[in-house]
């Protein structure tokens, strides 16, 4: 099986720097996805990481570490509209099935 | 813009009756489509991997006769809900990767209320 860990909540300041951690365990790893989902909508695809390192989208990136079982999703110059939920997804087991982690909660203040 | 469609955005049924959500891929062709539902608050849970000519994959615990999978075309698949209940009032989204797999695209999802 699957298991997927984040945290629940976080709170950052906007302008500021947060990075969000996901710990993961799975057979047959193939990659690891991470999402946006605000309040009642779809989510929104950020990042893809299948092997080890630092991917870069603009204001977003996401590292990977596969030895470790461990993805971090990093967030700068925060935005009030970063609010959102965040969640981790691993690919694995066969196919192209997403495993998904609870989410992650992030609250930007002034 | 939007490459995974879904539609409707937002049904409300009487119990007992069925409702159809439908999920396009735009652009490009979807061999392989996943459906999810997700409860308030809480994760999306995937329900049954829809297989285009083949019959669905359905996780375990979700029933195949209540939710009717059809992956008729490359482009399209659809889900049923039969005999709906208001436990079954929930947002459901599909999803679907291009060839790659490398990036998966979710659906606008549909909120289905069943009073």
């Known amino acids: 099986g699957q298991n997927i860990d984040q945290p629940t909540e976080m709170t950052a300041t906007e302008g500021a720097i947060v990075q969000i951690n996901c710990t993961y365990q799975t057979s047959g790893f193939n990659g690891l996805f991470w999402y946006q989902q605000h309040a009642g909508e779809a989510p929104t695809f950020l990042s893809y990481n299948v092997l080890d390192g630092l991917e870069e989208k603009g204001r977003f990136s996401s590292f990977l570490s596969r030895s470790k079982g461990y993805s971090y999703l990093l967030l700068k110059e925060l935005q009030m509209k970063d609010s959102a939920s965040y969640l981790c997804a691993v690919r694995g087991g066969g196919g192209n099935k997403l495993t998904f982690g609870t989410g992650t909660q992030l609250k930007v203040e002034l | 813009g939007a490459v995974v469609s879904q539609h409707p955005s937002r049904v409300i049924c009487k119990s007992g009756t069925s409702v159809k959500i439908e999920c396009r891929s735009l652009d490009f062709q979807a061999t392989t489509m996943f459906w999810y539902r997700q409860f308030p608050k809480q994760s999306l849970m995937l329900m049954a991997t829809?297989?285009?000519?083949?019959?669905?994959?359905?996780e375990q615990g979700v029933e195949k006769d209540k939710f009717l999978i059809n992956h008729a075309s490359l482009t399209l698949s659809t889900l049923t809900v039969t005999s709906a209940h208001p436990e079954d009032s929930s947002f459901y989204i599909c999803?679907?990767?291009?060839?790659?797999?490398?990036?998966?695209?979710f659906g606008e999802g549909s909120w289905l209320t069943v009073v």
């Open positions: 829809s297989n285009e000519g083949s019959k669905a994959t359905y």
């Open positions: 999803s679907a990767s291009d060839y790659t797999g490398n990036t998966i695209y």
